[in-house]
């Protein structure tokens, strides 16, 4: 290999290209294709992090031609991408497009397709390498893996890599989650098993990391002594669109807060990771999983609701039983909170409340540490009477930053405290925009760089929390809420139990 000596190996401000590769999607007709993947390797392109060798092939049981896949392509690309449209940069994209088409259960097509992958490695020079993204039901991973495994698609070598990629929900449950990472680690290497969970994609996300280990500011404060209590909202203001298939067996706790808030959970509490490699964040994030207790009293601190028919932003919004495709009675979630402990030093005593929701009022994900009152005030009691608690808060999105809440005086003759807010924004602070969470992930898929994926003893522990809460809720019927409300009133009664409330983001 030919080193230049000019530069450090460990400096990752050089942009990272990728080996020569293929990228094989499963399930490139459905809407994760055509809204997030396609885009992301089009955006990826045309940032240059794509290598100059690369294969992108679609599976898929249509009859379609490379032509006619390679017009699909570019058209979801378009629509959806999130830097400028260039041609020059997609027809390049385009002639090393391919299709197989093929049922997962045809072995003659898995056969193609080895043979396609072969054939590659000479027309295009990809070297054997090649990852697997499957973008398809659960219930179809066995089929794709035996296939894969029949056709030794899925054996890396000393001379070539193959990865796999998941998308959530990783199982239904605990049991079928065991089941799920037996059967794709039997075919796949661990090491080459990338697990997708694409909020840990977000550059507000990571930059949790930047934020507390990077600062001197806030670590110290980062513990039970200052923090009164942790709030982890992700709202969506949207329904359920066209999936109610899907929906109506997974629900918002199986849906998000299985993944998506317990991974934001796990990097708000985790400890200092020796060093910023795979191994160790993850190893960081699986001691707070393996330390979550959840509430005796699950009535009161287990609430899942469902939307109503209501108003959001003036426009009616039908309700979920109404929506097409849901069973009229049906008992499925669209709303969930929680409130959770975390039993370590750092922690013990201090709540985490999780809620997630769609038909809230508006899409908004968010951290927010609220910190407790000032031991003393040396102030009459009228002069703090605007005062709350300090916050800080992590915005995911949108508005993606840091807010720092805190009390001020208010100018004037007399002595008044009220709260004021200190932001930080990503759009005023940074010429370059954020890239695509999906960006992110693909690329680091490509490059073997597993940091930003939960590993399987993770997605375990998640479901070990979970596993409870559904069979608390087996057979009840949720709390309603109207669409355009912050969810069922039982959800302000727990925190008003405590003495607390949600914040209103
Ligand atoms: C997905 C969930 O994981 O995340 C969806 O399955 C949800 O139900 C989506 O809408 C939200 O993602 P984002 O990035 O738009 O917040």
Known sequence: MITNPLRDPRDRRLPRVPEPCALVVFGITGDLARKKLLPAIYDLANRGLLPTNFALLGFA??????????????DAAREHSRTPWREEVWEQLASSVKFVQGSFDDDNAFDELAAT??????SHGIGGNAAFYLSIPPSMFPTVLKQMQRTRMAESTSDRWRRVVVEKPFGHDLASSRELNALVDSVFSPDDVFRIDHYLGKETVQNLMALRFANELFEPVW????VDSVQITMAEDVGIGGRAGFYEKTGAARDVLQNHLLQL????????????????IRTEKLKVLRAISLPEDLRTFAVRGQYEQGWLAGQRAIGYRQEEGVDPSSTTETYAAVRLGVETRRWAGVPFYLRTGKRLPRRVTEIALIFKRAPHLPFADTDTEELGNNQLVVRVQPDEGVTLKFGSKVPGSVMEVRDVAMDFLYGEQFTEASPEAYERLLLDVLLGDATLFPRNTEVEASWTVIDPLEDFWEGTTPY????????????????AAEGRRWRRP
């Open 61 to 74: 049981r249509r009859d379609w031609a490379d032509q006619d896949f390679a017009e699909l392509s570019r």
């Open 117 to 122: 992958l072969g054939e590659l490695e000479g």
């Open 223 to 226: 513990n039970g002594h200052h």
């Open 265 to 280: 959970l796990a990097l708000t509490a985790m400890e200092e990771p020796v060093e910023f490699s795979a191994e160790e």
């Open 480 to 495: 309603s809420y109207r669409a355009g409300e912050w969810g069922p009133r039982a959800a302000e009664e727990m925190l």
